[in-house]
């Protein structure tokens, strides 16, 4: 699929050496994963009075999530919803996984690390696309 092949070419250019050399396909599993992982950010950033205070961060967390999940929707060809519904079930499983763990805000940190690379190359392919559209 030409989308697939230009969120993964702007990926290559977006993250570390080494993570765009580990993780040379990025597939369905991974978009949604990544998605849940902003959705928890995003709650995250706006707990108290967050959402005032980190309005910026959370407009591109919703932003980088949004795109994250319209690629994950084309490329799987699910129903934006199911997209949604299963994106929502990951943060869940991500916010598990930050609880249960002695080293849940390490875990969190590295995924976030990995996704949000992955969420800035989702943003500028879809840029580069709307730009040639």
């Excluded at 993964?8 to 250019?13: C, F, G, K, M, S």
């Excluded at 994950?72 to 991500?94: G, M, Q, R, T, Y």
Aim: proline share 2%; glycine share 6%.
């Amino acid at each position: 699929m030409r989308i697939k092949v230009l969120v993964a070419a702007i990926a290559a250019l977006a993250l570390p050496g080494q993570l765009a050399a580990a993780e040379p396909e990025f597939k369905y599993a991974d978009m949604v994963h990544c998605a849940g992982v902003h959705l928890v950010a995003k709650s995250i950033m706006s707990m108290g009075d967050g959402e005032t205070k980190n309005a910026d961060t959370i407009a591109t967390l919703n932003k980088q999530a949004a795109a994250l999940m319209t690629f994950a929707s084309l490329d799987s060809k699910k129903s934006s919803d199911a997209v949604l519904a299963e994106s929502n079930a990951e943060s869940e499983k991500v916010m598990a996984k930050v609880a249960a763990e002695d080293t849940g805000a390490e875990y969190f940190k590295g995924e976030f690390s990995k996704c949000n690379d992955w969420g800035k190359a989702a943003v500028m392919a879809i840029e580069e696309i709307t730009k040639k559209s």
